[in-house]
Structures are given as structure tokens and as C-alpha cells.
């Protein structure tokens, strides 16, 4: 059956800090027939500019309140990771589970009691690497596995429906219009398709959307796993 990615789902497979990233991974490795477009392929690009210099810059902050030569404990680990001050970066500040990522980080060194600062440390210029390593082996496989959609039309009647979609503050944004409308145009070209998404907010609008697009179903990356 073929599949549509949004942009989340893509950004969580190739980012090791994502909260979907082994969900995301477990998609890729589950299915072949997948599908995205063009208009994803741009969010992406952009969002993981922003993603990657957050991350990597967390991932330093925690290093630079380690005092080297300390033993710690895992609570005091994970309170000092939740009481760092995310930095912002082009007036934007990273939204994270910063608790998640200090778990992350003690699972990785497999320590089971209190632990030298020095070696929680390494552990995270090791994550760094990875980090990096991960993005760039999972993009190029992005690339071969992926099949990017380019809509040559422009629906503009479906286009102002989903502008006048509300459900009390929430409507649907841009790029996330454009993306829809790529997943229409190339739904009537394959009649059995799915719209695969981790944006709950765009969820909330499932019913309208498949009223007036030729998309089969949108399901949660969550959900479509767990079936």
C-alpha cells in the first residue's frame, strides 16, 4: 500500500533526539512503498537547519555544567538537564522534553549507579557524533527511499476550504495546506493511499480533509504502527 510522509515523520527518522525517532525508523524499516513531495522535501530542509543547531548546542550545554572529577547520582543528573535554559537560535527556542533527552543520555552509558561526571561527559561528545553520523547516513537513505511527488496543479477550491477550516484556535497552517493538496494530487493517481503524520493538530481536521480530498485515510505515526 502506498504511503505519504509529512514532514515530522521524515525530520523524526533522521534525528537520533527526535521524540519520534524510533517510531519513524520503525515505518522505514517496515515499509517500501512511501511516498512524500517536494513541498515536504523544502520544510524539511529548513526545519532540520534549525533542529540540528539545537540539539548539537543542548547537547553542549549539558557538557558545560558538568564539572569534571564529581560523581553523580541519576536524580541530580536529570534535574540539572530539566533546569537548563534552552537558547534560542534565530529568535526561535527548540521545543523539547529535556528530562527524555538526561534518560537518553544515563541509558546510553548503561550506568546503574552513581557515576564520575567524566565519563557522562564522554558519553555525550560520543552522542554528538552519532548525532551527526545518524542525520546524514538517514538522509541518504531518505533519498533512495522516498519517492518526492511534484503537483503541477494548483486546486485552488480545495485550497480555500482549508482556510476556512477552525476548530476553536486551531486551523491549518502553511506549509501543512500545500502538503495536503500534494498528497491529493497524487492520490488520484494511486487509489489506495495514506496519509502518515505525527502533527495531532492537523489530525484534528481528518474528517474534513478526506471529505474533500482524494486522500484514503491520515493516521497518527503512532496508531499506524500499532496496527
Not at 120 to 141: G, M, P
Not at 145 to 169: D, G, P, V
Request: one cysteine or more; glycine letters at 2%; aromatic letters at 10%.
Amino acid at each position: 500500500m502506498p504511503y505519504f510522509l509529512d514532514t515530522n515523520v521524515i525530520t523524526g527518522y533522521v534525528l537520533l533526539l527526535d521524540p519520534w525517532y524510533e517510531l519513524a525508523n520503525a515505518l522505514f524499516r517496515k515499509d517500501k512503498d512511501i511516498h512524500s513531495s517536494n513541498t515536504v522535501k523544502l520544510e524539511f530542509e529548513k526545519v532540520t537547519k534549525f533542529l540540528l543547531k539545537s540539539y548539537r548546542t543542548f547537547l553542549v550545554q549539558i557538557n558545560n555544567e558538568l564539572t569534571p572529577e564529581q560523581i553523580l547520582t541519576e536524580k541530580n543528573f536529570i534535574k540539572m538537564v530539566k533546569n537548563i535554559q534552552l537558547q534560542t537560535i534565530n529568535s526561535k527556542k527548540l521545543e523539547l522534553n529535556q528530562e527524555t533527552v538526561g534518560h537518553l543520555i544515563w541509558e546510553t552509558g548503561g550506568w546503574y549507579e552513581d557515576t564520575a561526571t567524566n565519563e557522562i561527559i564522554q558519553i555525550i561528545n560520543d552522542l554528538i557524533i552519532q548525532f551527526n553520523t545518524t542525520f546524514h547516513s538517514n538522509c541518504r537513505k531518505c533519498k533512495n527511499l522516498l519517492k518526492f511527488h511534484n503537483r503541477t496543479k494548483e486546486y485552488s477550491e480545495i485550497l480555500s476550504k482549508f482556510n476556512q477550516l477552525r476548530l476553536a484556535n486551531n486551523k491549518i497552517h502553511y506549509p501543512d495546506n500545500m502538503i495536503l493538496l500534494d498528497a491529493h494530487d497524487l492520490a488520484l493517481q494511486k487509489t489506495i493511499f495514506k496519509f502518515i503524520t505525527s502533527d495531532l493538530k492537523l489530525l484534528a481536521f481528518k474528517e474534513d480533509i478526506l471529505k474533500l480530498t482524494e486522500i484514503n485515510d491520515m493516521v497518527s505515526l503512532q496508531s499506524f504502527l500499532s496496527t
